[in-house]
């Protein structure tokens, strides 16, 4: 098996250990800390669940011995795709405690990410739950051991069927449940948005991310007091830890899992649970604002709403206040690392026209022309950055690391950026064939190979058009040969391929053909830009 590692160069190791970012602590020592602490309050609401910090910790103990007791081995890598439910935590703090690795996948994956996920990981486990939003995950299990056989135990949270369930694992009374991980060990796989291709694994310790949330806790001002309320698919790094579920029951807050994320269900459970605090990608805070004038629920429990994912236009982000009454705070970070603010006593101005400044002293923000010079004061450039949260490399995959990192260990993101004096960040975009739809980020690349394999499709190129909903939504410019098929019936085609729905482009357009230069060559990025570019053109005029 492939070692799970991310190493910092020693010299710099040692200063975020001095500066007090890395405290030796892991995800198992600080919950087992707020179970003593405080073992009555309530951490965590969920449907009808309500656990206290005890509570909590005494279930992720009893799965942990169970996953154990099943035959997996402590090193161990498990792919979890659960939706906003309780047992999402308790999951994954049973795996931390059991030294079993989380791979996190999306509720909206299906077969092709799900196998990839698995294979690059070399998992041996699968916890799902039984169905959400009227999808049978089960079937999705069974197809996924049928594609990669190595994934032994497959664990459904409940009816499971042909599977064991979460509820009925064997008790492990005899298992003897290994010491906590050395802080500085890889402690989960998240995803990557790739921009070529499909997600990449991003390693992450306990040591740089448990600094990362818990230094957005303190940007955040949680307490004992707050209530976050997890609106966003949880799995994704924003709601996770800016400062999400992890940051929340960092500080002692309660943790409320909506879920979906829409203002039907949402604003019950703001009024009920006396939200204080939650995170929207800019597409849903547009709903919530068109939806608050009109409901009967009480919203004033919200101190702060959250926006990041995307960029969330100014005019926008000037409705938060008036509408919602409440702080607008902008995030703007990735699952690599990086993770930028806008603090709650800026002004007004700062807060609705910048995406924020990084959560540490020691993140070392470059913004770069595309020779790799810096670009002067308040130009657009290509934003690099390295620091005490983010990563170092990426797991098992040299040409990413070669194209993503510097040999100086600088992280290059792909996004444009401007800096203001004060050293915020405004966003520009991205600087390669990425598709950021809603918050989800897509592989123009991936979605092209997807349409070549329709016998009907000769050649296709898919761009990012914007969208004053989705911020981003993808275009699919064809080349068909033989019959021309409807775009419907080939985003129809498109669903049948087992990828996530929201990778199915938005629109399809019919091109005769693509331009080329003298030589008959063109570049999949020079091709893409100038068909955006066209295709805009034509809709203005």
Same mark, same amino acid.
């Given at each position: ?7 910092? @160069? ?64 402590? +090193? ?6 659960? $939706? ?15 030294? *079993? ?29 039984? +169905? ?9 299990? /069974? ?16 009816? %499971? ?31 990557? %948005? ?12 306990? #040591? ?14 949680? +307490? ?26 960092? /500080? %002692? ?7 979906? @994320? ?16 939650? +995170? ?8 919530? *604002?068109?939806?608050? @004038? ?51 006593? #800026? ?32 130009? /657009? ?6 620091? $005490? ?69 000769? #050649? ?21 040969? %033989?019959?021309? $098929? ?14 996530? #729905? ?40």
């Amino acid at each position: 098996m492939i070692p799970l590692k991310q190493a910092w @160069p020693a010299e710099f190791a040692a200063r975020y250990r001095a500066a007090g970012y890395w405290r030796g602590e892991t995800f198992t020592s600080f919950l087992r800390e707020r179970a003593a602490a405080m073992p009555e309050r309530i951490a965590v609401v969920g449907g009808d669940q309500r656990w206290s910090f005890a509570e909590l910790e005494a279930r992720a103990e009893r799965i942990a011995r169970g996953l154990l007791a099943l035959g997996l081995k402590p +090193g161990d890598r498990v792919v979890v795709q659960l $939706p906003n439910i309780a047992e999402f935590l308790s999951a994954v703090f049973g795996l931390f405690r059991a030294r *079993l690795v989380p791979v996190y996948a999306l509720p909206a994956h299906r077969i092709v990410e799900i196998a990839h996920f698995a294979r690059t990981a070399q998992a041996r486990g699968y916890i799902v739950a039984a +169905g959400h939003e009227g999808f049978d995950y089960r079937t999705l299990a /069974a197809e996924a051991r049928r594609e990669v056989p190595a994934l032994d135990h497959v664990v459904v949270v409940g009816d %499971g069927g042909d599977f064991p369930s979460l509820d009925t694992l064997p008790p492990g009374d005899e298992v003897k449940l290994p010491a906590d991980a050395d802080p500085s060990e890889v402690a989960f796989l998240q995803i990557s %948005g790739g921009s070529t291709g499909l997600s990449k694994l991003i390693p992450r310790t306990h #040591d740089d991310y448990i600094y990362s949330f818990r230094a957005s806790a303190e940007i955040c001002r949680l +307490g004992p007091s707050s209530v976050y309320l997890a609106a966003l698919p949880v799995a994704h790094n924003f709601p996770m830890s800016s400062p999400g579920v992890f940051g929340a029951l960092y /500080a %002692g807050s309660r943790v409320v899992l909506a879920p979906s @994320p829409s203002p039907e269900v949402a604003f019950p459970l703001i009024a009920r649970e006396s939200v204080t605090i939650t +995170g929207l990608v800019p597409p849903l805070a547009l709903l919530w *604002l068109q939806a608050a @004038p009109g409901t009967a629920h009480d919203l004033s429990s919200l101190d702060v709403l959250q926006v990041g994912g995307a960029k969330f236009l100014t005019e926008s982000a000037r409705r938060v206040k008036p509408v919602l009454g409440c702080t607008l705070q902008q995030v703007f970070g990735m699952a690599e690392g990086l993770v930028n603010y806008t603090r709650l006593d #800026d002004d007004e101005e700062t807060i609705v026209s910048t995406q924020g400044r990084p959560i540490s002293p020691d993140d070392e923000v470059l913004i770069l022309d595309d020779a790799g010079s810096p670009v002067p004061e308040g130009e /657009a450039g290509n934003l690099l950055t390295r620091g $005490p949260y983010t990563i170092r490399a990426y797991h098992n995959n040299d040409g990413a690391n070669a194209r993503a990192f510097t040999p100086d260990g600088f992280y290059r993101t792909g996004d444009v950026v401007k800096r203001t004096p004060e050293g915020y960040l405004v966003v520009q975009g991205r600087a390669n064939d990425h598709i950021n739809r809603a918050g989800e980020k897509i592989s123009a690349e991936e979605i092209e190979d997807h349409l070549l394999g329709h016998a009907n499709v000769f #050649d296709a190129a898919v761009v990012s058009l914007p969208d004053e909903f989705l911020g981003e939504r993808s275009c699919a410019f064809v080349i068909a040969q %033989g019959e021309r $098929p409807k775009a419907a019936a080939l985003k129809a085609w498109m669903r049948t391929r087992g990828l996530a #729905d929201f990778k199915v482009p938005d629109q399809i357009v019919f091109v005769d053909a693509f331009e080329t230069t003298a030589v008959g060559k063109v570049s999949r990025k020079e091709l893409r830009a100038s068909l955006r570019r066209r295709f805009l053109e034509q809709a203005e005029g």
